[in-house]
């Protein structure tokens, strides 16, 4: 079973940067759309950003213009580069890969946004 090994995640301050990789330790194949995740403490789980095997992005509205969702096609990798990141992004990060032969998730990686 193939699983998608996350890191990147962590402690920052606000209005710094992070760098999520999601990287499969396998081959996935005939992929539909890759993404990012978030659940906060109390919220539901929530659509961060997404990349469709066209190249399509879609974002949530409250990250457009800081987050920026990046793939390696070779590697089926996923990347989220995260920038000004306020206190309200802090959330437990999960990426996505969605095909036609399964979905799969990573583990999670926390994000935590504190001075």
């Known amino acids: 079973q193939v699983q998608l090994v996350e890191s990147g995640g962590g402690l920052v301050q606000p209005g710094g940067s992070l760098r999520l990789s999601c990287v499969p330790s396998?081959?996935?194949?005939?992929?539909?759309?890759m993404g990012w995740y978030r659940r906060a403490p109390g919220k539901e789980r929530e659509l961060v950003a997404v990349?469709?095997?066209?190249?399509?992005?879609n974002y949530l509205d409250s990250v457009k213009g800081r987050f920026t969702i990046a793939r390696d096609n070779a590697k089926n990798a996923i990347y989220l580069q995260m920038t000004s990141l306020k206190p309200e992004d802090t959330a437990l990060y999960y990426c996505?890969?969605?095909?036609?032969?399964?979905?799969?998730w990573g583990q999670g990686t926390q994000v935590t946004v504190s001075a």
């Open positions: 996505n890969i969605y095909s036609w032969r399964g979905e799969y």
């Open positions: 396998g081959s996935i194949s005939s992929i539909n759309h």
């Open positions: 990349i469709f095997s066209g190249g399509a992005t």
